[in-house]
């Protein structure tokens, strides 16, 4: 008996997983547990010898450039032989993420020549950093300089300006949600451009794509929910219809339009 290949092959839909436990024992009940223990799954961020994460204490500009740096999976060359900034020793663990952002222009010092490295780092300044990474910065300056990043931020709803303080310091947990917001847009906005209601869940992103089966071009629907992350293990469903059918019949027998 011959078995003849499918003519078709259609809906493609994957869901996001919630984390169902905390990464360290100060964090299960704070609005920050999913982004953290998502970065720290991925090794990108650790906390405390205790235990603990510590989510409402404070970052400083150095620990937080290092954790954009390896979220975004940057690799980190040799650090130079000499200082960026008079105030960051060669010696010093974050000599050679600071001299990298500074060559991938994601920071700048203080008009004195220093860095403070070991200054706490604003919500804006931490959101400038992250834009200025994923090269989805605001091109227009402002004045003040943060207007651009905090209007291009609130209307991609990367973060809500009445969320934060213009001179607070950013928390490591607040931060952790940041660096997932700011990778999730850029993913987004970069793999797909329709947008459909997919599984009737408003947000959905959509896209068709086609594929080469036996010499012949077949089309497809990709369908991922907004709250997907990279990064985060999903699930998978398929639906494949026969040659009677078509895209549209599936998308509308599985609710996507």
């Not at 991609?156 to 928390?171: E, F, G, K, R």
């Amino acid at each position: 008996m011959k078995v003849r290949t499918l003519t078709a092959f259609l809906v493609i839909l994957s869901f996001s997983v919630e984390s169902t436990f905390a990464a360290f024992s100060d964090t299960s009940l704070s609005f920050y547990r999913d982004a953290v223990t998502t970065l720290s799954a991925e090794g990108v961020i650790s906390g405390f010898g205790d235990g603990t994460f510590g989510p409402e204490k404070s970052i400083t500009r150095a620990e937080i450039l290092k954790v954009f740096l390896k979220a975004k999976g940057t690799p980190l060359p040799e650090a130079p032989k000499t200082r960026c900034f008079r105030d960051v020793a060669t010696t010093l663990w974050y000599h050679a993420y600071i001299c990298e952002g500074v060559r991938l222009g994601i920071v700048k010092g203080f008009e004195n020549g220093t860095f403070g490295p070991d200054t706490s780092v604003t919500t804006l300044e931490a959101l400038a950093m992250g834009l200025r990474l994923y090269g989805i910065a605001p091109v227009t300056p402002s004045s003040p300089w943060y207007l651009a990043y905090q209007n291009f931020a609130d209307t991609n709803d990367i973060l809500d300006s009445a969320s934060y303080s213009l001179v607070t310091p950013i928390s490591r947990g607040k931060a952790s949600e940041l660096i997932l917001k700011i990778r999730e847009f850029t993913i987004k906005s970069s793999l797909l451009t329709n947008v459909s209601r997919g599984c009737k869940n408003p947000g959905t992103l959509a896209s068709t794509n086609t594929v080469q089966v036996a010499g012949k071009d077949r089309s497809y629907i990709l369908s991922i929910p907004a709250r997907y992350t990279s990064g985060k293990a999903v699930g998978l469903v398929v639906a494949i219809h026969g040659r009677t059918n078509s895209n549209a019949m599936v998308q509308g027998y599985m609710g996507l339009e």
